[in-house]
T-cell receptor
Framework: RKEVEQDPGPFNVPEGATVAFNCTYS??????FFWYRQDCRKEPKLLMS???SGNEDGRFTAQLNRASQYISLLIRDSKLSDSATYLCAVNYEDTDKLIFGTGTRLQVFP | GAVVSQHPSWVICKSGTSVKIECRSLDFQATTMFWYRQFPKQSLMLMAT?????????EQGVEKDKFLINHASLTLSTLTVTSAHPEDSSFYIC???????????FGPGTRLTVT
């Protein structure tokens, strides 16, 4: 079983739609959680950290469920510019290493 | 946010040759940097953790004698792919850990093609 798993998609949604991605992790010692966005042939860029109480940044909402060991990302009112691959990443207690999921590809169409 | 550069951005080399990739943190000191590899349509796979002034820590399955890492200063880590083979062709990305925020900043990546 992979340490961090995501549905690879692609998710094809119309502009304005709401879309949600889930990411599961296997190591219960995971301490910090992140969502990254990666455009084609580019490096990943941090979208948002995920806090225990959940957090929101504009149209983006991230949630953490420690009991079930998953994190989620909700994108409301999708824009064409949201088309990208979304990667979740976790790191473990006492380490600085980030372990990435396989990424979920989102394609927003007009 | 902080800036991390990588050089070169792309390189083509022949089988059997060695290629060096540089990763620099431009506006902060990074005692810890990371090297990743990404094959098409796959995720980033951590290869090794580069520690300033000490040996790199390699992930399981990554050959340390093939992928030489040197972190000789607080702003520079290098990855040398030795005796490159076509299967080493990939997108190599570094990141630098800014301990002021504990955030990792990624370089723009280096696309390596081995012919």
């Amino acid at each position: 079983r992979k340490e961090v798993e995501q549905d690879p998609g692609p998710f094809n949604v119309p502009e304005g739609a709401t879309v949600a991605f889930n990411c599961t992790y296997s190591n219960s010692a995971s301490q910090s959680f992140f969502w990254y966005r990666q455009d084609c042939r580019k490096e990943p860029k941090l979208l948002m950290s995920v806090y225990s109480s959940g957090n929101e940044d504009g149209r983006f909402t991230a949630q953490l469920n420690r009991a079930s060991q998953y994190i989620s990302l909700l994108i409301r009112d999708s824009k064409l510019s949201d088309s990208a691959t979304y990667l979740c990443a976790v790191n473990y207690e006492d380490t600085d290493k980030l372990i990435f999921g396989t990424g979920t590809r989102l394609q927003v169409f007009p | 946010g902080a800036v991390v550069s990588q050089h070169p951005s792309w390189v083509i080399c022949k089988s059997g040759t060695s290629v060096k990739i540089e990763c620099r943190s431009l506006d902060f000191q990074a005692t810890t940097m990371f090297w990743y590899r990404q094959f098409p349509k796959q995720s980033l796979m951590l290869m090794a953790t580069s520690n300033e002034g000490s040996k790199a820590t390699y992930e399981q399955g990554v050959e340390k004698d093939k992928f030489l890492i040197n972190h000789a200063s607080l702003t520079l880590s290098t990855l040398t792919v030795t005796s490159a083979h076509p299967e080493d062709s990939s997108f190599y990305i570094c990141s630098a850990l800014d301990r002021r925020s504990y955030e990792q900043y990624f370089g723009p990546g280096t696309r390596l093609t081995v012919t």
